[in-house]
């Protein structure tokens, strides 16, 4: 697939990072996972949300490391740590206690609505893949004001119109079945084509831009479902010089997750 | 750790171990192995490289966890194997999701007989997992409607093991770095044993009583074994093993590959010394850490006499 991403020299994760940085301007607390959300948010506390601290799902808050991380747990987050927060702390007051404005989350599927597979490609009962499974990803789809999901590989096995298994369901499988529904869900799909977006509680996912050189049929043709189009689609501005250079030199220069 | 795990680890029992990322008790999983238990119930939130070698070794029936893998890098091969193709043997799998684990051991450490969470509606896991059951509350809301709410059951494990940096004679052991749940999962025990890198004088625990993360009342055996966490690490005294995690996936691809690994480094040491200087002195000094001691606070001590504090006392009955 040609992408902006080898057009214009730059990873895939680099040009995923730097799209999801933009999207995290106004926001203060995240929840997230290591990786490319680490690096989007480090980026993001550089550029666009000066404000913005992380919440690692290890119960890491205010982190300082001296080193960029390898896992959620690196002892290099502890060590200069604002507060370190044991589990009931951090996924029952924290988070089941509102705190978190953005939840970060990957997922093997995902559907028009939201809802995210991260347990089995198959039957649960007898699996063609077994895949990692909830870890706390239900508490941050049900809990945090909204969700960012980024989903390295978009076509229509991961963007299906419906889904194996639902393990973290957004609020309108929440309503349905009755539950109280706390924040707007997924709100922000970003992916190697383009982010597809949704506003809340009855809203479908919408493509609301491509990156450079990808069309909306393109975008259209690797998703599983019928698609719709914003009428104002935007074309995502190229990773800035300085953005590339936050992320290359100064956020992860030995290249640990910059692949 | 021998004789902890032979006099408390049995077959059939249903034994947790936790430790979030930090601070995992890998040493006592090898031991488990080593004295060849079976049909055990593991409950452990994130199922990792400890459970992948136990299901090697054949020492559980029934896992309980919330997520599985091998963290960021890469996948439990014997794992996937037993669960997608009952590959030697079916394992009976409970899915639950993190919040969900906090939750039982919440209830199983205060004898609850359910603990409420705001998590699954809408989700399939309730259609797969029994444990997740719907109740309404007996308050009615501002509305004057009764809020339906998911609760989950206790977790109350035969044995629960878990690590920590240090500990006195009798069990009161301090923890510092990421605490995950091990104090819950050691509360809602029948029986506890804590692995720690070393045993101290009871004066080291007393010069800073808030740090004692359990206490000894929960505890039933404390194990002295330095580097009992390889491949994960321990605050303060050993980094994580990144290369290890790495290699597992290729080691664990395999079952003959797997089973040379299990030959080599679990049956074939006596004990977790040996584990260690097998590992040699190149990767221990990779994985050793620096100082940042923690600043001190004042507990502050009483400046009157001894002898007029008690004589207060007396007025006061």
Known sequence: MTSLAADIGISATELLTVVASRELAGRHTVFAGIGLPTLAVSLASLTAAPDLE??????????????????????????????????????????????????????????????????????????????????????????????????????????????????????????????RVRGAGVTKVITELGILTRSGVHDELKLTAVHEGISVDQVRENTGWDLKVSDDLRVTPQPTADELRLLRTEIDPRRVYLR | MQEAIARYVHDGNVVAIEGFTHAIPTAAGHEIIRQRRKDLTLVRMTADIVVDQMLAGGCISTLVSSFVGNSSAGSLGELRRRVERADPEPLEYQEYSHYGMICRYLAGAQRLPFYPLRSYFGSDLPRIQPGMRKVASPFPDEDGTYEEI????????????????????????????????????????????????????????????????????????????????????????????????????????????????????????????????????????????????????????????????????????
């Open chain 1, 54 to 179: 992380i919440v690692y799902e290890s119960g890491v808050c205010g982190a300082h490391p001296s080193h960029l991380p390898e896992t959620i747990a690196d002892a290099v987050l502890i060590t200069g740590a604002e507060a370190v927060l044991s589990m009931p702390v951090l996924f029952g007051y924290v988070l089941q206690g509102g705190h978190i404005d953005v939840g970060f989350l990957g997922a093997a599927q995902i559907d028009r609505w939201g809802n995210l597979n991260s347990s089995v490609i198959g039957p649960w009962e007898k699996p063609k893949v077994r895949l990692p499974g909830s870890g706390g990803a239900v508490e941050v789809a049900a809990n945090s004001k909204e969700v960012f999901v980024v989903m390295r590989r978009h076509d229509s096995r991961t963007f299906v119109e419906q889904l194996d298994f639902c393990t973290s369901p957004g609020p309108d499988r929440a309503l349905a079945e009755g539950g």
């Open chain 2, 150 to 317: 998911y609760v989950v059951p206790p977790i109350n494990p035969d044995v629960t093991i878990v690590h920590a940096q240090r500990a006195d004679r009798s069990g009161n052991t301090q923890m510092w770095g990421l605490t995950g749940i091990q104090a819950e999962a050691v509360f809602a025990a029948k029986r506890a044993i804590v692995v720690v890198e070393e045993i101290v004088d009871d004066d080291v625990i007393r010069a800073d009583p808030n740090r004692t993360v359990i206490p000894a009342l929960a505890v039933d055996a404390v194990v002295e074994c330095p580097g009992a966490t390889h491949p994960s690490f321990s605050q303060g005294y050993s980094d994580r093993d990144n290369d290890f995690y790495r290699s597992w996936s290729g080691i664990s691809a395999d079952p003959v590959s797997l089973s040379a690994w299990m030959d080599e480094w679990i049956y074939g040491t006596t004990d977790h010394a040996e584990y260690l200087a097998k590992l040699g002195e190149a990767t221990l000094a990779r994985l050793r850490v620096g100082q940042a001691l923690s600043g001190q606070v004042n507990y502050g001590t009483r400046l009157e006499a001894a002898d007029s504090a008690s004589d207060n006392t007396k007025d006061q009955q």
